[in-house]
């Protein structure tokens, strides 16, 4: 059975670093296609980081240099290096897998898999 857990999640002041982790079980091949998404309640989920097949990476305008998403396949784990936060970046945190496809980007639709989530918090 597939399963997709995340954990590093908790409270830090603004300026602070969380980093997060996803780690992947039950998968037959390694995902190509991981994301990060993010979600506050009364919101719609976004998603701020993407990875795929050949090294594609991609950032929300509203991460990007501060966030970082790097994977490791041998683990089949998924990290987030967040720097920098800032208390607009409270919110639930999930880690998403396709089954099949190279690039998924910040389509949720095109992932099969979510987590559970894991939640950050950054105050002022």
């Known amino acids: 059975q597939v399963q997709l857990v995340e954990s590093g999640g908790g409270s830090v002041q603004a300026g602070g670093s969380l980093r997060l982790s996803c780690a992947a079980s039950g998968f037959t091949i390694s995902p190509a296609a991981m994301g990060w998404f993010r979600q506050v309640p009364g919101k719609e989920r976004e998603g701020i980081a993407a990875?795929?097949?050949?090294?594609?990476?991609r950032y929300a305008d509203s991460v990007k240099g501060r966030f970082t998403i790097s994977r490791d396949s041998a683990k089949r784990s998924l990290d987030l290096q967040m720097n920098n936060l800032r208390p607009e970046d409270t919110a639930m945190y999930y880690c998403a897998a396709s089954r099949w496809a190279t690039w998924a980007g910040f389509s949720s639709q095109s992932y099969d898999y979510w987590g559970q989530g894991t939640q950050v918090t950054v105050s002022s």
């Open positions: 990875i795929g097949d050949y090294g594609a990476i």
